[in-house]
């Protein structure tokens, strides 16, 4: 009778707790209930019931992609599908994805205790990753029910959207209340994330058993800035495409929001702050400034794979347009800069499904009149590893960007890391492959991509999910096995 459920053999282990650049030593992994119980070499093949030869690739920690959007502009229930099943391709086995109530998404308001159960309930059975949410608290009412979503749902992790103080998902809005379908009473701005702000905090001191890992994410730009260059931009007719979009959001719009969001979590006494997807050197720039004027403030620095492949010129099109938006090269330069100097805490794909029919308007060349956001997961971990090790970034960072850390921020501690008694989520990943992105091949229901014809150098032949073989020989295997994942117990 076998021991061992599963054995891959003869993979070169990746750990993020190795030196940069060390050797990884060609080893087996044995499973068993889903957990690595063995890391070791020559372990017997006749003792597994299921033996998958590594082939001598790189094994990665499965990718914790801290920031996806499911079912923002698709149903809920087909998005999880379609877009884990990206997920996989991409080497992610765990997808942390943004909610909140308002246009969009359930296309509902209300309460979080009416509104959250049924999010739980369109995603059941459809994930071929593993998942959990974060919030968005959207009115006074949801910070009231921080507590309940800890303790109830384990959910840890919440957001602010700062610039819907005058602005859509896509451009300007003439009625915040409408589009975030919230009591016409209130306002979400400043005074909103403050309280915000003071919800988690207090929830951390009622609840300290949960305490180190309730966090607050930002989306960091400011809505009047924003405002004020859009109408520039659309009075230039110089500018056109991703471009003009660039200088209507422009990058000192996000380091003044990561400034103000930095003062407000030094107020409110809220020391777990994530600043997402950071875009520009200006972001970054402010970021780490409020980093050294707040060091009892434990901030977070996020990057998109998106940001870092992509810039104005280069992403294919329109299909690009995404908030923060796609900057000039020098900022994506920039942004290596920072990811080389260990300046930044994760890299996530921000994917976001919009199908073709959705993103273009009637005129498929006007970027503002285009939807925002796109999807990418399937492009993280064979386009980090792929342009990092030209720009040498070990593959034991590329472990700590995509897995380890923010699985340790976001409270998921049985993931990270290629270890015993750590779940088996591991990506295969052959460092020598070249291949090209062609929307075609992807298991999302996207149709496009910005990437489009970039040359890749590096990709995911095999995705493990807690030891299922979701992904192998190019195509997903088997059912949906991915599990809901309450955090902080």
Same mark, same amino acid.
């Given at each position: 009778? @076998?021991?061992?459920?599963?054995?891959?053999?003869?993979?070169?282990?990746?750990?993020?707790?190795?030196?940069?650049?060390?050797?990884?030593?060609? &080893?087996?992994?044995?499973?068993?209930?889903?957990?690595?119980?063995?890391?070791?070499?020559?372990?017997?093949?006749?003792?597994? @019931?299921?033996?998958?030869?590594?082939?001598?690739?790189?094994?990665?920690?499965?990718?914790?992609? #801290?920031?996806?959007?499911?079912?923002?502009?698709?149903?809920?229930?087909?998005? =999880?599908?379609?877009?884990?099943?990206?997920?996989?391709?991409?080497?992610?086995?765990?997808?942390?994805?943004?909610?909140?109530?308002?246009?969009?998404?359930?296309?509902?308001?209300?309460?979080?205790?009416?509104?959250?159960?049924?999010?739980?309930?369109?995603?059941?059975?459809?994930?071929?990753?593993?998942?959990?949410?974060?919030? @968005?608290?959207?009115?006074?009412?949801?910070?009231?029910?921080?507590?309940?979503?800890?303790?109830?749902?384990?959910?840890?992790?919440?957001?602010?959207?700062?610039?819907?103080?005058?602005?859509?998902?896509?451009?300007?809005?003439?009625?915040?209340?409408?589009?975030?379908?919230?009591?016409?009473?209130?306002?979400?701005?400043?005074?909103?994330?403050?309280?915000?702000?003071?919800?988690?905090?207090?929830?951390?001191?009622?609840?300290?058993?949960?305490?180190?890992?309730?966090?607050?994410?930002?989306?960091?730009? &400011?809505?009047?800035?924003?405002?004020?260059?859009?109408?520039?931009?659309?009075?230039?007719?110089?500018?056109?495409?991703?471009?003009?979009?660039?200088?209507?959001?422009?990058?000192?719009?996000?380091?003044?929001?990561?400034?103000?969001?930095?003062?407000? @979590?030094?107020?409110?006494?809220?020391?777990?702050?994530?600043?997402?997807?950071?875009?520009?050197?200006?972001?970054?720039?402010?970021?780490?400034?409020?980093?050294?004027?707040?060091?009892?403030?434990?901030?977070?620095?996020?990057?998109?794979?998106?940001?870092?492949?992509?810039?104005?010129?280069?992403?294919?099109?329109?299909?690009?347009?995404?908030?923060?938006?796609?900057?000039?090269?020098?900022?994506?330069?920039?942004?290596?800069?920072?990811?080389?100097?260990?300046?930044?805490?994760?890299?996530? %794909?921000?994917?976001?499904?919009?199908?073709?029919?959705?993103?273009?308007?009637?005129?498929?060349?006007?970027?503002?009149?285009?939807?925002?956001?796109?999807?990418?997961?399937?492009?993280?971990?064979?386009?980090?590893?792929?342009?990092?090790?030209?720009?040498?970034?070990?593959?034991?960072?590329?472990?700590?960007?995509?897995?380890?850390?923010?699985?340790?921020?976001?409270?998921?501690?049985?993931?990270? =890391?290629?270890?015993?008694?750590?779940?088996?989520?591991?990506?295969?990943?052959?460092?020598?492959? %070249?291949?090209?992105?062609? #929307?075609?091949?992807?298991?999302?229901?996207?149709?496009?991509?910005?990437?489009?014809?970039?040359?890749?150098?590096?990709?995911?032949?095999? &995705?493990?999910?807690?030891?299922?073989?979701?992904?192998?020989?190019?195509?997903?295997?088997?059912?949906?096995?991915?599990?809901?994942?309450?955090?902080?117990?």
């Amino acid at each position: 009778m @076998a021991t061992t459920e599963l054995l891959i053999t003869d993979v070169r282990v990746v750990r993020p707790d190795d030196p940069d650049n060390a050797t990884p030593a060609t &080893t087996d992994i044995a499973v068993n209930d889903g957990t690595i119980v063995r890391v070791a070499s020559g372990q017997s093949r006749e003792d597994a @019931a299921t033996v998958v030869d590594g082939r001598g690739l790189l094994a990665f920690p499965g990718v914790v992609d #801290a920031h996806q959007h499911w079912g923002i502009y698709n149903e809920l229930p087909a998005d =999880t599908r379609t877009e884990s099943r990206a997920s996989a391709q991409g080497g992610v086995t765990t997808a942390l994805t943004y909610m909140r109530t308002g246009q969009y998404y359930l296309n509902k308001g209300g309460p979080y205790r009416e509104f959250f159960p049924e999010v739980l309930s369109a995603a059941s059975g459809n994930a071929y990753v593993d998942y959990a949410f974060h919030l @968005a608290p959207m009115m006074s009412q949801h910070i009231d029910e921080i507590p309940y979503l800890v303790e109830e749902h384990g959910v840890t992790s919440f957001k602010i959207f700062m610039f819907y103080g005058s602005h859509g998902l896509h451009g300007r809005s003439a009625s915040q209340s409408e589009f975030l379908m919230t009591p016409p009473e209130e306002r979400y701005d400043l005074a909103h994330f403050e309280f915000v702000m003071r919800g988690v905090q207090a929830a951390r001191e009622a609840l300290p058993d949960y305490a180190d890992h309730l966090s607050l994410s930002l989306h960091c730009e &400011t809505a009047e800035i924003m405002t004020a260059y859009t109408k520039l931009v659309e009075q230039d007719p110089s500018l056109s495409g991703l471009r003009a979009y660039s200088r209507s959001r422009p990058p000192h719009s996000e380091g003044l929001a990561v400034t103000i969001a930095s003062y407000l @979590a030094h107020e409110t006494g809220l020391p777990n702050i994530n600043l997402l997807h950071l875009s520009s050197e200006k972001a970054l720039d402010a970021a780490l400034r409020m980093a050294k004027t707040f060091p009892h403030v434990d901030f977070r620095r996020e990057i998109t794979v998106g940001h870092l492949l992509a810039d104005v010129d280069t992403a294919s099109g329109i299909g690009g347009k995404v908030n923060p938006p796609l900057r000039e090269r020098e900022d994506v330069e920039a942004l290596w800069r920072h990811v080389l100097a260990d300046e930044v805490d994760w890299v996530v %794909s921000d994917h976001a499904c919009c199908k073709d029919e959705l993103k273009f308007g009637e005129d498929r060349d006007d970027v503002f009149v285009a939807k925002s956001g796109f999807g990418g997961a399937e492009y993280l971990l064979p386009g980090l590893v792929g342009e990092g090790a030209k720009r040498g970034l070990s593959p034991q960072r590329v472990a700590k960007l995509t897995s380890w850390n923010p699985a340790r921020r976001y409270g998921l501690l049985t993931k990270g =890391t290629i270890a015993e008694g750590y779940d088996a989520d591991i990506a295969l990943v052959d460092p020598t492959a %070249s291949w090209t992105v062609r #929307a075609a091949d992807s298991e999302s229901t996207q149709e496009y991509t910005p990437f489009e014809g970039f040359d890749m150098t590096a990709r995911v032949t095999d &995705t493990f999910v807690r030891g299922h073989h979701v992904f192998a020989d190019g195509k997903i295997q088997g059912d949906p096995v991915g599990r809901y994942l309450a955090r902080g117990r």
